[in-house]
């Protein structure tokens, strides 16, 4: 008798029809896309690949998207997930969906927790209680409002995010928008490689202040909330056997800050920016991270790393 293990499916998966989407990243598609298997030997996973806009669709804006389906399943993958990782993941999406954190802090908070993490790693512990025991004393000091004064706290290293920005100008977005819409954002985005270094830092003023007001993201709190949600849990965050938590903190905050920046280019100067816009502008950075993931300067720490990821919050 073979042994049946965990194996989760999200409502947004339940309630997708992959047969509707005529997206540009599913009209090139293999069958069965965009629909994705994370097959560990201990536990399974559904998800969708947010490169599909319906995908990003079924994902960001349902508030209940996250809700899980738990059954048995036979396993079908070689790889285990260690209780330590199974831990440090489920700690992470625990503070995502903490409902005193706002979205900066329990991405702060992540980081944090991965910061204690590397050290216990480094010095060859690993018994999951010691994470466990960290996620309770950060939700502690979320509930007593003392992890958003830290957050606020953080000093600010504006060359982090000029790279960051300037970075941006690589970016080759599959854009599925009207021809003029298309053409303004990426006009937009490869000035930022060219930019000299005084008028990038007037540019990250401007789109910092435009990222305050779109105001998509303050009627939709779920979007980005439901964003690093599916991170975590899409890809197993920080990843299974991962060695370097510094560079997967960094990787996914520097997503979100390209998500704000890219959003605060495609609104309008009242700060408007249409649903669908957003949707098609997070699906194609999505197409584009998957070919292009972001990496870490070689030859730096965990710990630097986690630097250069908080500061970009």
């Not at 993490?117 to 466990?132: C, I, N, R, V």
């Amino acid at each position: 008798m073979m042994e049946m293990i965990d194996h989760y499916q999200p409502d947004y998966v339940v309630r997708f029809d992959a047969d509707a989407c005529q997206c540009p990243a599913c009209q090139q598609a293999p069958e069965g896309w965009p629909r994705v298997n994370v097959a560990l030997k201990n536990q399974q996973r559904e998800s969708l690949a947010m490169a599909c806009e319906s995908a990003a669709k079924a994902i960001l804006l349902d508030p209940e998207a996250f809700n899980l389906k738990v059954s048995h399943a036979e396993p079908q993958g070689e790889q285990m997930l260690s209780p330590w990782d199974e831990m440090l993941n489920q700690q992470c999406i625990n503070l995502a969906v903490h409902p005193s954190m706002p979205l900066e802090v329990s991405l702060y908070a992540i980081g944090v927790l991965l910061s204690k993490a590397q050290q216990y790693l480094d010095k060859g512990e690993s018994d999951p209680m010691l994470l466990l025991a960290m996620g309770e004393q950060l939700a502690m000091l979320a509930e007593e409002g003392i992890l958003e004064q830290q957050f606020g706290e953080l000093p600010p290293i504006p060359q982090n995010s000029l790279a960051a920005l300037k970075e941006m100008g690589q970016l080759r977005l599959a854009l599925n928008l009207p021809m003029a819409e298309k053409m303004g954002v990426m006009l937009k985005l490869s000035e930022l490689a060219i930019m000299p270094t005084s008028r990038l830092e007037e540019r990250l003023k401007e789109l910092e202040l435009a990222d305050t007001q779109v105001l998509l993201f303050t009627e939709q709190l779920q979007i980005m909330r439901n964003f690093l949600i599916y991170k975590l849990y899409h890809d197993v965050f920080p990843g299974v056997a991962c060695a370097n938590y510094g560079e997967a903190y960094l990787q996914l905050v520097t997503t979100f800050f390209r998500i704000r920046m890219l959003c605060a280019l495609g609104a309008n100067d009242e700060g408007v920016l249409p649903t669908q816009t957003a949707l098609v502008l997070i699906s194609a950075l999505s197409a584009w991270e998957l070919q292009h993931p972001v990496t870490a300067e070689q030859n730096t720490t965990s710990d630097y790393s986690l630097l250069c990821g908080l500061s970009l919050l």
